[in-house]
């Protein structure tokens, strides 16, 4: 059952069903039907002058009222003392008074049931600790009351509707690109470059220092606005991490979102912080954050509107490989030099596409790519020319690079180019170089959607940029793999977790190795056979048993790094070796000062393990917390010269298969991974899954700071022998050292860092027998789910799928991947999917038999449900018990009532909800619910 959908601008039914209510508390913002200017004033060149004078000559169809304590009217308009004498509710304020007087503005405001309002005045968090006072009491006083953008901001201009709440010199063009920018000057500098440029927006938000509204709330509105087509962000600080993640995870599917951020260096992050009052996080951290949530981020203002400008009007590259067709070889050359050091890779040319352009080009053409097509061409052969290399198969995209020479047309071959302008996935980009003589043909391509660049290696570069963010939001479409299925066993969590426990009692914040492969152990990483002995004799004792040649290594509950302080001693041959290693082991120890001694014993002991035979790579796989984002998950090539290759990819927790996969992608040993120079591959499949593995010790393992394998073995071949009780190292995979660091006794449960993307709710799953004695499984949905919500869609009548979307939906449409990929990779944080799962006891196949979802409404404490239960097994309870579940989760989420729409013919569901509690109430052919959690 689900609340009747806004049908959006392309009459797709949005996957996700969440309905974009009237109330979303930023609808005052962007349309007021009433406007306070508090501080508007006459005097020439002052901010409140500016401000009111904007909003009164862009009639955006509400009122405006000044507020001023000493003059009764300000540019010809009735003004008023104070808010509350205004004589109809203020669906806006905008504050541009001195920022000592704001904290009791604001107060009033509340008081006189303002909805919002924009805190232009300067003065904050950026002052020092007195404006970081007045922001905490202006926090205090809005939260939950009074929505705010600001303060320290230019303001909010809605170029559609005509609303001008800023003090910039001119409104914008309307257009169909949102504009964020966290610095008010960079936003009137670009406001100036659009009106050159003929650029248009939908939107343009100066957010300031962000004390209420941020990124998040920006994206969500912005991503429900028909007007806004792409969103654009100049980001100085990120905020809250959280919010902005899962709005960009959700809206980034439909509308492109291009960042520039500035602090990529240590002086410009020191700069920004100066200037927003906010520190900058790590940049690679950041880059990690971006390429998880489909983010696209550029490093120039022109790349910023170069990208807004194709992926509005081209498709989304497949590959890397560009055609390039050029009637010069110059440009040709410099397009190629940007494409190959950015990532990007020339096609290679099919054999038939040779062929053809062999038959129909003059014999000295270029013979590959780039097709160098003379510079005699004109636009019958250029044309001739595209239509053949648009069809090759190689290819992933098309240049077209064209230089004004006495042969050439350029505006003819422009108009011969819009024939290609919709090439089905493949982008076609055009350089048209020179100067007024390419003016008209490039106004033809621009006006068919063919974005044209004043250089090729420009083109090249933008070519680039979209490979990439194609690939960073094919990681959010493609489908994992599924881990647990593939595990010998579910992780230990209270084993790992008896470990880590019974080293806080101790006092300690280092595990020994042998206590950290305990605890990977238990999350089925498998490792190195490894004994303790804690003697000559018990050392000997162990290298016997295990079988020669041994290592030894320091056992120490205080030295973390063996190898600096002589800690490790290789191939071992025979007890002798074994016990003079054993004595330069101790010495060494016992020489070393480590911070973390604590009064303790450096020396414990030894560890005896195999000597493994390193037949394959030295990887690296660890996690550590970041200031703004908690724990980051870390991969690359490993042993002792970690540091100084510094190969490595960082990522977010959590990981599945997918996400794994793309974050080996991004190291130089990936290559090596995949086979070189006639060695055979490592296992990446198996990889994947242990990397999955590890992010989910990091995610449940709360407690730990700080973990490190390293060195991971990777091989081509098994690995043998794997410690007792851990997986097998079959697939080629092995830790041979590890490394894991608590938090000290200073740091409380509270004070432990979130994680910036939700987990999965494992605490919402569990067993359940319907009443015919049917034993399923109820859990939350999860990204591999997409293969068994395709079965489940094939089981769903005509009838079943109307009454869940209130109109008929084909059965290609309902499992097209895309679709399915929003229904099953959730942001657990924005809604929560439960489905009734069963495995067949004979054959071990499962199957989703009923799904029920919980969506949460943008800025509200609601939520609608929506349930499907398949045909054949309808009248079991499982509609009921699943909603039963998901007003549970309500709850548990502190919403305050969910609701949902129910068509009349479906009885059975009104009978379900008003078991569950819910009141109905009948509008015209259907039934609203509704239930108060706040009653309960």
């Known amino acids: 059952m689900k609340l009747k959908p806004t049908a959006p601008a392309d009459g797709a039914d949005r996957a996700q069903d969440v309905l974009h209510f009237e109330r979303d508390s930023l609808r005052a913002i962007f349309a007021p039907k009433s406007v306070a200017v508090i501080g508007a004033t006459e005097k020439e060149g002052a901010v409140g002058r500016t401000v009111l004078w904007n909003l009164i000559s862009n ?530 120890a016992k020489a070393a000062r480590q911070p973390r001694a604590r009064g303790t014993k450096h020396f414990l002991g030894v560890t005896v393990q195999p000597m493994v035979k390193l037949d394959g790579y030295e990887l690296i796989v660890g996690s550590s917390i970041d200031a703004q984002f908690g724990p980051v998950l870390l991969f690359g090539a490993g042993g002792q010269l970690v540091e100084v290759f510094r190969d490595r990819a960082l990522a977010l927790p959590p990981l599945n298969t997918t996400l794994a996969r793309r974050m080996m992608e991004q190291t130089t040993i990936y290559k090596a991974l995949k086979g070189v120079r006639g060695r055979a591959p490592v296992d990446l499949d198996a990889l994947a899954r242990l990397l999955v593995r590890f992010s989910q010790l990091v995610v449940e393992q709360r407690w730990i700071e700080e973990i490190d394998i390293n060195p991971l073995l990777a091989a081509p071949s098994p690995i043998a022998p794997p410690a007792d009780g851990a997986q097998s190292g079959a697939a080629g995979l092995i830790a041979l050292d590890a490394r894991i660091v608590l938090y000290g006794p200073d740091v409380g449960e509270d004070r432990l860092p979130r994680l910036v993307i939700r987990p999965y709710p494992a605490q919402y799953a569990s067993e359940w027998t319907s009443k015919a004695g049917m034993s399923v499984t109820i859990r939350p949905i999860r990204p591999e789910d997409e293969p068994l919500m395709v079965q489940f869609h094939a089981t769903l009548s005509e009838q079943s799928v109307y009454m869940r979307y209130f109109h008929y939906i084909q059965y290609n449409r309902r499992v097209a991947h895309d679709r399915l990929t929003r229904l099953c990779f959730i942001d657990y944080e924005r809604e929560m999917a439960l489905v009734v799962e069963r495995k067949d006891p004979k054959t071990g196949e499962r199957a989703i038999l009923a799904i029920g979802r919980l969506s949460k409404l943008h800025q509200t404490a609601e939520a609608e449900f929506a349930i499907l239960v398949s045909d054949a097994f309808q009248g079991h309870g499982f509609g009921g018990e699943l909603l039963r579940r998901l007003v549970q989760i309500g709850r548990d989420e502190k919403l305050q009532r969910i609701v949902a729409t129910i068509l009349s013919d479906n009885v059975s569901m009104q009978r379900v909800s008003r078991k569950i509690g819910f009141k109905l109430k009948r509008v015209e052919s259907e039934f609203h619910a509704e239930l108060d959690l706040s009653e309960s």
């Open 59 to 588: 009639p955006f169809g509400g009122a405006v009222y000044p507020i001023n304590k000493r003059h009764k009217q300000v540019l010809g308009i009735k003004a008023y003392t104070h808010v509350a004498g205004v004589p109809e509710p203020i669906d806006l304020a905008v504050i541009v008074t001195p920022a000592a007087t704001v904290p009791g503005i604001v107060s009033e405001c509340v008081a006189a049931g303002v909805k919002s309002a924009i805190i232009i005045s300067a003065g904050f968090k950026e002052a020092g600790a007195a404006g970081i006072e007045l922001e905490r009491q202006i926090a205090e006083t809005a939260r939950g009351k009074l929505r705010l953008i600001g303060p320290n901001c230019l303001g909010v201009m809605r170029p559609v509707t005509h609303l001008n709440a800023t003090f910039a010199s001119a409104m914008a063009r309307p257009g169909t690109v949102g504009f964020i920018s966290q610095s008010g000057a960079l936003l009137t500098a670009v406001l100036d470059w659009s009106f050159r440029e003929n650029v248009g927006f939908s939107a343009c938000v100066s957010v300031g220092s962000m004390l209420d509204v941020d990124w998040g709330d920006l994206i969500n509105f912005l991503g429900d606005d028909p007007h806004t087509h792409s969103i654009m962000i100049y980001m100085e600080s990120i905020g809250d991490a959280r919010s902005f993640i899962s709005a960009a995870r959700e809206v980034a599917l439909t509308k492109p979102i291009i960042v520039i951020k500035a602090g990529r260096t240590a002086a410009a992050a020191k700069a920004a912080a100066s200037h927003t009052g906010a520190l900058a996080g790590s940049d690679d951290v950041l880059d990690a954050v971006f390429r998880r949530c489909g983010v696209l981020r550029v490093n120039s203002i022109s790349d910023l509107f170069h990208m807004a400008e194709v992926l509005a009007k081209q498709p989304r590259p497949s590959g890397p490989r560009l055609t390039i067709v050029t009637n010069a070889g110059g440009p040709g050359v410099l397009a190629t030099d940007t494409l190959i050091a950015l990532g990007g890779e020339l096609a290679e040319l099919s054999e038939p596409t040779m062929q053809a352009l062999d038959r129909m080009l003059p014999s000295h053409w270029s013979h590959g790519n780039p097709i160098d097509i003379l510079g005699d061409a004109d636009p019958e052969r250029y044309a001739q020319v595209l239509e053949i290399a648009s069809k090759d198969p190689n290819s992933d995209g098309l240049l077209v690079v064209l230089t004004p020479q006495a042969m050439t047309d350029p505006t003819e071959t422009a108009r011969r180019l819009t024939a290609f302008a919709v090439t089905r996935g493949k982008p076609v980009l055009a350089s048209w170089m020179g100067g007024k003589d390419v003016v008209a043909g490039e106004a033809i391509l621009n006006q068919a959607n063919i974005p044209t660049f004043g250089y090729p290696d420009t083109a090249a570069r933008t070519f680039t940029l979209m490979v990439r963010y194609a690939y960073n939001l094919r990681g959010l479409y493609e489908t994992p793999m599924l881990v647990e299925a593939e595990m010998e066993a579910a992780p230990d969590r209270a084993r790992a977790g008896q470990v880590i426990l019974d080293a806080r009692k101790a006092g300690r914040t280092l595990l020994t190795e042998f206590e950290s492969k305990q605890v990977l152990a238990a999350y089925g990483i498998p490792t190195v056979q490894t004994r303790v002995a804690g003697s000559e004799g018990e050392a000997v004792k162990c290298a016997a048993a295990i079988g020669y040649p041994v290592v030894l290594k320091l056992h120490s509950q205080t030295i973390t790094h063996k190898t600096d302080v002589g800690g490790v001693q290789l191939n071992l041959a025979d007890a002798d070796a074994v016990r003079r290693a054993y004595r330069a082991i101790e010495s060494a």
